[in-house]
């Protein structure tokens, strides 16, 4: 009895001391909605773009919130798995607007924003998106923003990379999702303008195969000089491991998605993906804000951060930012117009990537930056002094 | 040659992997006369802790499947008295829910732990042999050569041991089991017992050239499924050969049809033999 007698008293004091924590920070809060892939295959890519909100939020709210013409409102992000399908990434976004009230929403999946454009502008919300398909900001809706830079600038620079070093023949074996799809056909014609051929082409299901040798072995024996892979890095790392076992000695064009430092843990270190090129990993970067970043996420993290995640903590830092100038958290028109002037206002230790501009469709705009490993090491290159424009 | 040796030898390495995994359904099917979902997450909770016996403990390769099979086996054994055992008179569609239950409770507390990252066991074995053409990584022979002696040990244990036939018994016929005095407790026990060293160890041979997360054991899961149906509900012999035929279909049609119909090509050849056997390859003739 008298256990119980200690329960109940525990009990009253702590709602009594929530209830007076709850008085004391009577600050306003405003939800910020976000759907992608929680569990599935995918669930590692999902929460690494819904790390980079959190940790923005905390920041953030750390320092007082934000201030909405007076107002001090704390942000807080209502997460829904949605399995990277879009059918559950409308239903989500359905549930944010409705239940939570969420101005705006974020998303790590074209199939996801497609999804929520159906009925963004109607329902009055601001769709993030981290993705870089060109085509999402291309269809006119007035209410998205596209975090990436479009996959296609990089078709140009790592053709011309890899094919004067290597040679003209190109095996292709990426992955069969649809982002996959989408660069292969944007590669391929690339390629060819570029006067080299395709000798092989045989992409893979990165998640379902439990074996690639067979793929990568098809591939092979037409000997292509340059292979292009890409899908998620560690299964782009196993393909690349099993290219040089089977002994493949020429290059790699890794599809964005695959980050080189992630592909060469798995591969066998970066001797093993000598001569790929990719994106630039964060933790190679010279850019004050990377640096800042990767310090800040390894206080809480094991490992080092990626790019989705940066790119997410920077959004989520431009959105409060607009938010703050635009004077409101409800009208997500007005914080959509206030991106501009929001860009000038985000601190540079917040911004990673350096991303300076919006255009009028909703690209935020930077200076690509790409990486060539050369003998064994990250070499960093901007587009502009590769000469491929 | 040296191509069509080379697709050979992957579809070894992939059929000896499944057939582990489906020799352990197998098995189960036996006792439970209904699969065992839960098997994939057995399969992928193998493979973790065969990851952390090696990165935390610094404990030697062999050790950290014998450490798998047995944390496996012991799991095993828990989820058959605690939720299999208690539903042994319910109808057959409670078991199987039961089974998607552990399984999602399996992944989910994985994830939870240990987090959705991809991680990779280091084969202690990455020498390469080169015979002609054909590239031999030591690994796959290794997957090979170990799946199948112990595919060979367990065929051995089921017909020469007294232990082992009354598993047997027990899967062909369970009243005829009861009459000549079998002990169904025991025997329900040791059949999950050897189901889930079986998945642990085809986890740990086959992760040192694959990948360790939480979903790994969905795609494994649903080849055996294939391979239990194509070689008869229950059968031994069935759940070898038609591991090997889902092997071979996979890296030979991967090869020289297209990767991306292979899974497609796998399908046909189930279609084709259950509309000529409807039971199944290997069948006893009782259920």
């Given at each position: 009895?008298?256990?119980?007698?200690?329960?109940?008293?525990?009990?009253?004091?702590?709602?009594?001391?929530?209830?007076?924590?709850?008085?004391?920070?009577?600050?306003?809060?405003?939800?910020?909605?976000?759907?992608?892939?929680?569990?599935?295959?995918?669930?590692?890519?999902?929460?690494?773009?819904?790390?980079?909100?959190?940790?923005?939020?905390?920041?953030?709210?750390?320092?007082?919130?934000?201030?909405?013409?007076?107002?001090?409102?704390?942000?807080?992000?209502?997460?829904?798995?949605?399995?990277?399908?879009?059918?559950?990434?409308?239903?989500?976004?359905?549930?944010?607007?409705?239940?939570?009230?969420?101005?705006?929403?974020?998303?790590?999946?074209?199939?996801?924003?497609?999804?929520?454009?159906?009925?963004?502008?109607?329902?009055?919300?601001?769709?993030?998106?981290?993705?870089?398909?060109?085509?999402?900001?291309?269809?006119?809706?007035?209410?998205?923003?596209?975090?990436?830079?479009?996959?296609?600038?990089?078709?140009?620079?790592?053709?011309?990379?890899?094919?004067?070093?290597?040679?003209?023949?190109?095996?292709?074996?990426?992955?069969?999702?649809?982002?996959?799809?989408?660069?292969?056909?944007?590669?391929?014609?690339?390629?060819?303008?570029?006067?080299?051929?395709?000798?092989?082409?045989?992409?893979?299901?990165?998640?379902?195969?439990?074996?690639?040798?067979?793929?990568?072995?098809?591939?092979?024996?037409?000997?292509?000089?340059?292979?292009?892979?890409?899908?998620?890095?560690?299964?782009?790392?196993?393909?690349?491991?099993?290219?040089?076992?089977?002994?493949?000695?020429?290059?790699?064009?890794?599809?964005?998605?695959?980050?080189?430092?992630?592909?060469?843990?798995?591969?066998?270190?970066?001797?093993?993906?000598?001569?790929?090129?990719?994106?630039?990993?964060?933790?190679?970067?010279?850019?004050?804000?990377?640096?800042?970043?990767?310090?800040?996420?390894?206080?809480?993290?094991?490992?080092?951060?990626?790019?989705?995640?940066?790119?997410?903590?920077?959004?989520?830092?431009?959105?409060?930012r607009a938010?703050e100038e635009a004077?409101?958290?409800?009208?997500?028109?007005?914080?959509?117009a206030a991106i501009p002037q929001a860009l000038s206002a985000?601190?540079?230790?917040?911004?990673?990537?350096?991303?300076?501009?919006?255009?009028?469709?909703?690209?935020?705009?930077?200076?690509?930056?790409?990486?060539?490993?050369?003998?064994?090491?990250?070499?960093?290159?901007?587009?502009?002094?590769?000469?491929?424009? | 040659?040296?191509?069509?040796?080379?697709?050979?030898?992957?579809?070894?390495?992939?059929?000896?992997?499944?057939?582990?995994?489906?020799?352990?359904?197998?098995?189960?099917?036996?006792?439970?006369?209904?699969?065992?979902?839960?098997?994939?997450?057995?399969?992928?909770?193998?493979?973790?802790?065969?990851?952390?016996?090696?990165?935390?403990?610094?404990?030697?390769?062999?050790?950290?499947?014998?450490?798998?099979?047995?944390?496996?086996?012991?799991?095993?054994?828990?989820?058959?008295?605690?939720?299999?055992?208690?539903?042994?008179?319910?109808?057959?569609?409670?078991?199987?829910?039961?089974?998607?239950?552990?399984?999602?409770?399996?992944?989910?507390?994985?994830?939870?732990?240990?987090?959705?990252?991809?991680?990779?066991?280091?084969?202690?074995?990455?020498?390469?042999?080169?015979?002609?053409?054909?590239?031999?990584?030591?690994?796959?022979?290794?997957?090979?050569?170990?799946?199948?002696?112990?595919?060979?040990?367990?065929?051995?244990?089921?017909?020469?041991?007294?232990?082992?036939?009354?598993?047997?018994?027990?899967?062909?016929?369970?009243?005829?089991?009861?009459?000549?005095?079998?002990?169904?407790?025991?025997?329900?026990?040791?059949?999950?017992?050897?189901?889930?060293?079986?998945?642990?160890?085809?986890?740990?041979?086959?992760?040192?050239?694959?990948?360790?997360?939480?979903?790994?054991?969905?795609?494994?899961?649903?080849?055996?499924?294939?391979?239990?149906?194509?070689?008869?509900?229950?059968?031994?012999?069935?759940?070898?050969?038609?591991?090997?035929?889902?092997?071979?279909?996979?890296?030979?049609?991967?090869?020289?049809?297209?990767?991306?119909?292979?899974?497609?090509?796998?399908?046909?050849?189930?279609?084709?033999?259950?509309?000529?056997?409807?039971?199944?390859?290997?069948?006893?003739?009782?259920?």
């Open positions: 009895m008298t256990f119980m007698k200690t329960v109940r008293r525990v009990a009253v004091a702590t709602a009594l001391a929530m209830g007076m924590a709850g008085a004391v920070q009577a600050a306003e809060k405003v939800n910020i909605g976000f759907t992608g892939p929680l569990s599935g295959g995918a669930a590692l890519y999902g929460e690494n773009t819904l790390e980079g909100l959190r940790m923005a939020a905390k920041e953030i709210n750390g320092n007082g919130g934000i201030d909405v013409d007076g107002t001090q409102y704390e942000i807080n992000i209502v997460s829904l798995d949605d399995m990277y399908s879009p059918s559950r990434a409308a239903v989500n976004g359905k549930r944010l607007v409705q239940q939570s009230n969420t101005p705006v929403v974020f998303t790590p999946h074209s199939g996801g924003t497609f999804a929520l454009q159906a009925f963004n502008e109607r329902d009055g919300f601001l769709v993030m998106s981290y993705t870089s398909i060109p085509s999402v900001t291309e269809k006119g809706n007035e209410l998205t923003v596209k975090i990436p830079p479009n996959f296609t600038d990089y078709v140009k620079p790592f053709t011309k990379l890899t094919m004067d070093r290597f040679g003209k023949k190109l095996g292709v074996a990426n992955a069969t999702h649809d982002y996959a799809k989408y660069w292969t056909k944007a590669f391929v014609p690339g390629w060819e303008a570029a006067g080299g051929e395709v000798v092989a082409s045989n992409p893979m299901d990165y998640n379902k195969s439990a074996d690639f040798y067979t793929g990568v072995s098809k591939v092979l024996s037409a000997n292509p000089d340059v292979l292009f892979v890409g899908g998620a890095s560690e299964p782009t790392g196993l393909v690349v491991r099993q290219a040089r076992e089977l002994g493949f000695k020429g290059g790699f064009v890794v599809m964005d998605q695959a980050k080189i430092d992630e592909v060469a843990n798995v591969a066998g270190g970066l001797e093993a993906v000598e001569g790929a090129v990719g994106v630039t990993p964060l933790v190679y970067s010279d850019n004050p804000g990377a640096a800042e970043f990767v310090k800040l996420y390894k206080k809480d993290h094991d490992g080092v951060p990626t790019s989705e995640t940066a790119y997410n903590y920077f959004a989520m830092f431009l959105v409060a938010m004077g409101t958290v409800e009208d997500a028109k007005a914080i959509r985000v601190s540079t230790n917040h911004n990673p990537y350096e991303v300076k501009n919006i255009t009028d469709s909703g690209n935020l705009a930077v200076d690509v930056e790409i990486a060539e490993v050369v003998d064994g090491k990250v070499d960093l290159r901007k587009v502009s002094e590769i000469g491929a424009e | 040659m040296d191509l069509f040796l080379q697709q050979v030898l992957n579809g070894l390495t992939l059929g000896s992997i499944y057939g582990l995994v489906a020799l352990g359904l197998t098995l189960v099917y036996g006792i439970l006369h209904v699969p065992n979902f839960a098997h994939g997450a057995l399969y992928m909770v193998g493979a973790y802790v065969c990851y952390f016996t090696m990165a935390d403990l610094g404990l030697n390769y062999w050790v950290a499947i014998a450490a798998a099979a047995v944390v496996v086996a012991a799991m095993s054994v828990i989820c058959e008295r605690l939720v299999f055992h208690p539903l042994r008179h319910a109808p057959p569609i409670h078991d199987k829910i039961a089974a998607i239950g552990i399984l999602l409770f399996l992944e989910a507390v994985v994830q939870m732990y240990w987090g959705a990252d991809f991680r990779r066991i280091a084969s202690p074995y990455n020498q390469i042999l080169q015979l002609g053409g054909l590239t031999l990584p030591a690994q796959r022979l290794l997957i090979i050569v170990g799946a199948f002696s112990l595919m060979g040990a367990l065929h051995l244990y089921l017909k020469k041991t007294m232990t082992g036939a009354t598993i047997v018994a027990m899967a062909q016929n369970r009243e005829g089991a009861f009459l000549v005095g079998i002990d169904a407790n025991r025997v329900a026990m040791m059949t999950f017992a050897i189901a889930g060293a079986l998945a642990a160890v085809a986890a740990g041979l086959f992760a040192p050239i694959n990948l360790v997360y939480p979903a790994m054991g969905h795609l494994v899961l649903l080849k055996a499924f294939v391979i239990i149906i194509l070689g008869g509900m229950g059968s031994i012999p069935g759940a070898i050969i038609g591991g090997l035929i889902i092997g071979f279909s996979e890296a030979l049609g991967g090869f020289y049809l297209s990767s991306t119909y292979k899974d497609v090509i796998a399908f046909v050849l189930l279609v084709v033999i259950l509309s000529i056997k409807p039971t199944g390859l290997f069948t006893k003739g009782v259920r």
